[in-house]
């Protein structure tokens, strides 16, 4: 079996090009580099069967010129599926700009939390261990560690506000979970977003 180090270089760069497309935040970059990584594998399955051989007809050609159709199945199967997922990330990029006005993925509100609350431990306990490392501790001084503590719980509380407003959901499961349309939301300003539909 040969085959073209053309051709494998060639899907080694789209894979590579497509691998870090999907790493990127926007949504379709994230479906470019989908695309462009799938031709690329599709590339390199179809490449790796070598060069092309008699076409398998029943009668009259010998087995070990026929070429294997089995990749070429397999290509044709990821083409449909690239062609689905396509489709999949295509409509999420465009109800994402439908509903935030861009289509770049946002940081998960959970992960956001637990990155918070270990910094402000990680700044309480620096700032306990300043505290306590001094002997002679003035007013001043326990005021000012007081002021910080209260500035450290004050930035928690206002993470766990913005979560609380984040799951505010109307009681519609059109508007709450398939989403509405942005006219919808300019319509809905001034009505009671909190109340259960």
């Known amino acids: 079996m040969t085959m073209s180090l053309?051709?494998?270089a060639t899907a080694v760069v789209l894979c590579?090009?497509?691998g870090i497309l999907m790493l990127t935040r926007p949504l379709t970059r994230i479906l470019l580099g989908a695309v462009i990584a799938s031709n690329g594998i599709n590339l390199l399955v179809l490449s790796s069967?070598?060069?092309?051989?008699?076409?398998?007809?029943?009668?009259g050609v010998p087995l070990r010129r026929v070429t294997d159709p089995l990749p070429q199945a397999v290509a044709l199967t990821a083409i449909v599926i690239?062609?689905?997922?396509?489709?999949?990330?295509l409509a999420m990029a465009y109800r994402s700009y439908q509903l935030t006005g861009t289509d770049e993925v946002h940081d998960d509100l959970e992960d956001r939390r637990i990155f918070l609350?270990?910094?402000v431990l990680g700044e309480r306990a620096?700032?306990?261990?300043?505290?306590?490392a001094e002997p002679g501790r003035s007013r001043k001084d326990r005021t000012r560690y007081?002021?910080?503590?209260?500035?450290?719980?004050?930035?928690?509380?206002a993470d766990r506000a913005l979560q609380a407003r984040?799951?505010?959901?109307?009681?519609?499961?059109?508007?709450?979970?398939?989403g509405a349309d942005p006219e919808d939301y300019v319509n809905d300003k001034d009505a009671d977003r909190g109340a259960a539909g």
């Open 117 to 119: 609350r270990a910094e």
């Open 6 to 8: 053309s051709l494998l």
């Open 166 to 178: 984040g799951r505010d959901a109307g009681g519609d499961l059109w508007h709450d979970v398939l």
């Open 82 to 89: 690239t062609l689905a997922t396509t489709a999949f990330l």
């Open 49 to 59: 069967t070598g060069s092309a051989g008699a076409a398998p007809l029943l009668y």
């Open 126 to 132: 620096e700032l306990r261990q300043e505290y306590r």
């Open 16 to 18: 590579a090009v497509g």
């Open 146 to 157: 007081r002021q910080e503590r209260h500035r450290l719980r004050a930035r928690l509380r």
